[in-house]
């Protein structure tokens, strides 16, 4: 029997309030996840790179999926965006933005820079089930004997 494959989960988020708010839909979900949350871009280059506080690269691993505020201070989340699209060929994970702002410039700023999705706060339940649906399970624990 296959083990279950728990999710890690990046937030980039400097409001302590929506963190708190994501991790109430994300509990209601009942996804296995290991949730980090980077207060800046600065923090989640720290993050996705190792460094600082997140030196530890058996713990901080490479997120399955990166939710990231648009409107941040130091490096805000379209300068995360240009940076992840600046350093992997690939992304190896989703970036999607997670944002108050509803303008439409914003959402397509975003999603050229690389987003692969749009989400407004406070996000849902469903909206977090549906941003994860179909994440491949390479990285599947190896069971015990």
Wanted: glycine letters at 6%; a negative charge.
């Amino acid at each position: 029997m296959e083990a279950e494959r728990e999710l890690t989960i990046l937030l980039v988020e400097d409001s302590p309030d929506d963190a708190f708010f994501f991790r109430r839909a994300l509990d209601k979900t009942g996804l296995k996840v290991a949730l980090h949350v980077a207060g800046d871009g600065e923090d989640a280059i720290d993050y996705l790179t190792n460094r600082g506080r997140f030196n530890d690269a058996t713990r901080y691993v490479l997120p399955d999926v990166v939710f990231i505020d648009l409107k941040m201070p130091q490096m805000n989340g379209f300068e995360l965006f240009e940076w992840i699209r600046a350093q992997f060929a690939e992304t190896p994970f989703r970036a999607l933005a997670l944002t108050s702002s509803d303008e439409p410039q914003d959402r397509k700023r975003a999603l050229d820079l690389g987003a692969h999705g749009y989400f407004l706060k406070p996000i849902s339940p469903d909206q977090i089930r549906a941003a994860v649906a179909g994440i491949p399970s390479s990285r599947v624990p190896t069971p015990s004997p």
